[in-house]
Each structure stands twice: as structure tokens, then as C-alpha cells.
């Protein structure tokens, strides 16, 4: 039995949220969803899959032919699929279609798991697993292999998660049994597949960096989030620990942890950070946390442990809208978590958002004095908001009628090219917030003090070659030319970083 993950192209991703200047400096993250689904295959079946992503060798439909040309056929091939993906999963889906008729094409990830009935449906694919799909999948090439590639209709029906077609054509679904999954008898994820170096995060430390999920669920109640109100379901420290070392021996000292808010079981973020320290593992790291669930003492221990950075979603700085939004949270409780993080000398990430219905150009712009004057974040990021599939804002918004029609559906249905995420806001089009969008992002990052602040910062010629990138995106023309004004003033980029840098320096210098 030959299995293949593959994570598809990045070509024909369907219109971002975020700012234009930060999509076009993608980050290269594994596929840990994946990753961790072909650990547990190997562990389970003993089947050494391959695994394929395109988007990191090149990331185009003629390296994907040529890939695809060296592998031996596989007999199962696991596709992920998100819904920003999806044209670029069907696309794929199409060509292994034509160059492995006989194989089995199973879609998982988190569209799957939004719309498993639909995606099904798709001629293109087989099977469709949902939740959390280790033990799904590792079930049903169990039965594939068992059966010569043809299952049995009364096995199918007990696997949960599961969706089909029958042998009519008819779509069949399992919705998802929780069979009280034990994440620490799930091995880390299989890194041992790919390889590290080609995986990267923007504003990293480091050239290679590497992702860690050290638990799943969020238990706020953000409407806008796909996740709001889901069990927290945690790896013991121990276990996180143990993938550390892992990775560390790989290479990689750079790490970003996924998890959606890793501070919800303040013992346990303590206990990773205590290991981290006591095993002397020598890493950087950044995580994710909301800013009701942070302390004095958990920042003091991730400050010990390598934490250089913690981004927070704080969305907005006019409470009415954080209310509408059920953040849980006020503008002065993000203040004293702000500034106990900068009290801790760990960098703060602001996620913030605009277009919020009834909030005002003018709540915009303070929002951006808020972020830079009160809260003094290091980093901002500006998204406009937007009603995602499923999520509690997208069915308020239908329910009121802001929303005319589930558009989201009937692209589940039938995914084409052209399909273009809305904002749908009735007091801004579209190019009005793309404009409103960039002003935010200028008025931050393009203030004199922030440049000259983040050029005394750089460390290294890398560093230094990716925030021109990103700077110049934002900012270009202007930030180009005072860029060139403050290395001049500093003595040039040598006395700025305090190493020599020779001309013909690069990137990975």
C-alpha cells in the first residue's frame, strides 16, 4: 500500500483579509494537520508515506507535474484542503485524477471539516475526513489495504468522521464521534518527511523556523472565529518538550507555536517553560495568547524559556465594537496585558481589525493611535473584517440580512475561479477599505521613531533583508528613502547591526 500527502500549489488562493503588503511575503509553514495524520498513519499501519508540497519547491502546476513524475504510483493520496485553497486543492485534484486513475483522493483539513458533504460531492474526490483525522484515516487505509481498494460498506459506516461515495454515487457522512482522543499517544508530528529548511514565519529571528501545536480548542467566544467555544484539548508538557528536542536536533532553534491561545491552563504553559529551561534547549520562540489569560508570573517563565514575542488579537480599541464582536475583553484590560508583556522585555504582536459594522473612519484611526501611543506594540497588523464560513458573526450577519445570500455554500458546492471573499459592510465599499486598510498600515509602521526603533533592533543581514521587504511593501517609496537616510546617519548597515556586511551580502548571509 502507497500513500502520498500533498499539500497542493499556492496559485489560485481566493482574496485575503489581511494586508496586501503581508500576503505577498507568504510565510512557508508546515502542514502540521497533515504531518501529524502521516505520523500516526506510520505508527498505526507501518506504512512510510510520501510527502509532497509543492508550495515550498517552487510552488507551481509544472513542478507539481514534474514531482509527481518521480514518485511510483501511489494507491491512497491525501489532499489538504482549506478553503482559501480550494480551487488549488480541485485543481490538483484533477491532475492526479488523470495520472493515477486508480488511486483514491481523500480531502482533509479544515474546509473538509466545514462542509464534508459538498466537498465529497466534488467528482474529484473519493473520501472526505473531518475532526480530528489521525485515527480516521489511519482507519480507512487499514480497510483499503485489507480489501484490495475496496471497502466495506458496513466498516464505513462505523468509522466516524468519515464521508463517502457509495457504490451509487451517493454522498454518505459519518458525522464525527469524540472517542476522547489521548493527544499524547499521537506521536509528533512526521518532520522526518520534509524538509525543515524550506519552512519559514515572517518577522522570524532565525533563517529556518519551525511550528509546534501544543493544543487545539479555544474556549472564547469571538464571533468571528471558526473555532469560538471549542474544548481545549492539550499535549502534556512533556510531550511538547520531547518534539522541542526532536526539532533541535533537526536544526531548528526557531519556533512558532500555532496553538489559538496557549495560555488558557496557566500550569501547564508554566510546566513547558520550567522543562524548556531545566533541558537546556537554548530556542527562541513566539506563541499566541489572548489578553485575559496572561499574567506576571507566565511571562516572567516564557521570557526565561526563549519567548521573544506574543502576538494578541485585540481587534479594536472602541469597547462597543470589542461588545459586538463578544471578545470578552476591554480596551483597559488589553492596556495592563500590554504592558506587563513590555514590562517582561517580550515583543507584542497586535492583531487588529477594521471595518467593523457601525464603526466610524474616525474609530479606525484610533484604533491605530491606541495600538501605537497605549499600547505600544511592536508589530500591527490591520485585517478587514470579514464574515468566514460558519462562524457565528457570518450567521448573525445572514440572520439580519447584512449577508443576502450564503455565498459561502454555494462556492462549498462548486468551487470556481473568480470567487472573491466580500466585506460586506454598508457604510464602505470595498476600495474604500483596501485605502482605509493601508492608511492604518502607513500611520504605523511608517512613523520615524518606529523605523529607526527596528533598525537598532536587527541582528543579522537576514533580519535586515526581510523588514526592508516587508517595509518597502508598506511603505514604498517612502520608507525606502528614510531607510536609506537612517543607515547613512547610523554609519551605514554595518554600524547599525554591529557586524561587518559585505556588498554582495544576500538574504541567508
Same mark, same amino acid.
Given at each position: 500500500m502507497r500513500v502520498l500527502f500533498l499539500v497542493p500549489p499556492d496559485t489560485?488562493?481566493?482574496?485575503?483579509?489581511?494586508?496586501?503588503?503581508?500576503?505577498?511575503?507568504?510565510? %512557508?509553514?508546515?502542514?502540521?494537520?497533515?504531518?501529524? *495524520?502521516?505520523?500516526?498513519?506510520?505508527?498505526? #499501519?507501518?506504512? !512510510? =508515506?510520501e510527502f509532497l508540497d509543492v508550495s515550498v519547491l517552487g510552488n507551481t502546476y509544472k513542478i507539481l507535474e514534474h514531482e509527481l513524475e518521480t514518485l511510483p504510483a501511489p494507491d491512497v493520496i491525501g489532499l489538504s484542503v482549506l478553503t482559501f485553497n480550494m480551487l488549488d486543492a480541485r485543481m490538483t485534484a484533477r491532475i492526479l485524477r488523470q495520472r493515477f486513475p486508480k488511486?483514491?483522493?481523500?480531502?482533509?483539513?479544515?474546509?473538509?471539516?466545514?462542509?464534508?458533504r459538498e466537498t465529497v460531492g466534488l467528482p474529484e474526490m473519493d473520501f472526505v475526513v473531518c475532526g480530528e483525522g489521525e485515527r480516521v484515516f489511519a482507519r480507512l487505509v487499514?480497510?483499503?489495504?485489507?480489501?484490495g481498494m475496496k471497502p466495506r460498506a458496513e466498516v464505513l459506516d462505523a468509522i466516524g468522521g468519515l464521508g463517502w461515495k457509495d457504490a451509487d454515487g451517493k454522498v454518505r457522512f459519518n458525522p464525527f464521534k469524540d472517542e476522547g482522543v489521548d493527544f499524547d499517544a499521537i506521536p509528533s508530528p512526521a518532520h522526518h518527511l520534509i524538509d525543515l529548511t524550506k519552512y519559514n514565519?515572517?518577522?522570524?529571528?532565525?533563517?529556518?523556523?519551525?511550528?509546534?501545536?501544543?493544543?487545539?480548542?479555544?474556549?472564547?467566544?469571538?464571533?468571528?472565529?471558526?473555532?469560538?467555544k471549542t474544548k481545549f484539548r492539550a499535549r502534556s508538557p512533556e510531550n511538547v518538550v520531547r518534539e522541542l528536542?526532536?526539532?533541535?536536533?533537526?536544526? &531548528?532553534?526557531?519556533?512558532? %507555536?500555532?496553538d489559538d491561545t496557549i495560555t488558557v491552563d496557566r500550569r501547564r504553559v508554566l510546566r513547558i517553560c520550567e522543562l524548556i529551561i531545566q533541558r537546556k534547549l537554548d530556542i527562541e520562540f513566539k506563541v499566541s495568547s489572548r489578553t485575559d489569560m496572561i499574567s506576571a508570573d507566565v511571562l516572567a517563565a516564557l521570557k526565561k524559556a526563549g519567548c521573544y514575542r506574543i502576538h494578541y488579537g485585540v481587534e479594536s480599541a472602541t469597547d462597543r465594537?470589542?461588545?459586538?464582536?463578544?471578545?470578552?475583553?476591554?480596551?483597559?484590560?488589553?492596556?495592563?496585558?500590554?504592558? +506587563? &508583556? !513590555?514590562? @517582561?522585555?517580550?515583543?507584542?504582536? @497586535?492583531? /487588529? /481589525?477594521?471595518?467593523?459594522?457601525?464603526? #466610524?473612519?474616525?474609530?479606525? %484611526?484610533?484604533?491605530?493611535?491606541?495600538? &501605537?501611543?497605549?499600547?505600544?506594540?511592536?508589530?500591527?497588523?490591520?485585517?478587514?473584517? #470579514?464574515?468566514? =464560513?460558519?462562524?457565528?458573526?457570518?450567521? !448573525?450577519?445572514?440572520q439580519d440580512g447584512i449577508v443576502t445570500e450564503d455565498y459561502w455554500q454555494t462556492f462549498a458546492e462548486n468551487p470556481q475561479e473568480g470567487f472573491k471573499v466580500r466585506f460586506w459592510n454598508k457604510d464602505?465599499?470595498?476600495?474604500? +477599505?483596501?485605502?482605509?486598510?493601508? $492608511?492604518?498600515?502607513?500611520? %504605523?509602521?511608517?512613523?520615524?521613531?518606529?523605523? *529607526?526603533?527596528?533598525?537598532?533592533?536587527?541582528?543579522?543581514?537576514? $533580519?535586515? @533583508?526581510?523588514?526592508?521587504?516587508v517595509g518597502a511593501r508598506v511603505l514604498a517609496p517612502r520608507v525606502a528613502r528614510f531607510m536609506d537616510k537612517a543607515l547613512a546617519r547610523f554609519g551605514g548597515p554595518s554600524k547599525v547591526l554591529g557586524i561587518p556586511v559585505p556588498a554582495h551580502a544576500g538574504p541567508e548571509s
Open positions: 489560485l488562493s481566493i482574496e485575503s483579509s489581511v494586508p496586501d503588503q503581508l500576503e505577498k511575503r507568504k510565510e %512557508f509553514r508546515q502542514r502540521l494537520g497533515l504531518l501529524s *495524520v502521516a505520523a500516526s498513519l506510520e505508527k498505526t #499501519t507501518g506504512i !512510510r =508515506p488511486a483514491k483522493i481523500v480531502a482533509g483539513g479544515h474546509h473538509a471539516t466545514l462542509y464534508p487499514s480497510e483499503l489495504g485489507e480489501t514565519n515572517v518577522l522570524a529571528r532565525q533563517a529556518h523556523t519551525a511550528s509546534v501545536q501544543s493544543s487545539r480548542g479555544c474556549p472564547a467566544a469571538c464571533t468571528f472565529c471558526d473555532i469560538r528536542e526532536e526539532l533541535v536536533k533537526l536544526g &531548528t532553534r526557531d519556533f512558532f %507555536f500555532v465594537l470589542l461588545k459586538y464582536l463578544e471578545k470578552g475583553s476591554t480596551a483597559d484590560r488589553v492596556k495592563r496585558a500590554f504592558k +506587563l &508583556t !513590555r514590562e @517582561a522585555g517580550i515583543q507584542t504582536y @497586535a492583531y /487588529m /481589525m477594521i471595518g467593523i459594522p457601525t464603526e #466610524t473612519r474616525e474609530e479606525m %484611526f484610533d484604533s491605530v493611535d491606541y495600538v &501605537t501611543k497605549v499600547l505600544k506594540a511592536d508589530y500591527a497588523q490591520f485585517s478587514i473584517l #470579514t464574515p468566514y =464560513p460558519k462562524t457565528a458573526l457570518y450567521e !448573525r450577519m445572514l464602505f465599499s470595498e476600495q474604500d +477599505l483596501r485605502e482605509l486598510q493601508d $492608511e492604518c498600515m502607513r500611520r %504605523f509602521y511608517g512613523r520615524r521613531d518606529y523605523i *529607526v526603533q527596528e533598525l537598532r533592533r536587527i541582528r543579522s543581514v537576514r $533580519e535586515l @533583508a526581510v523588514k526592508a521587504r
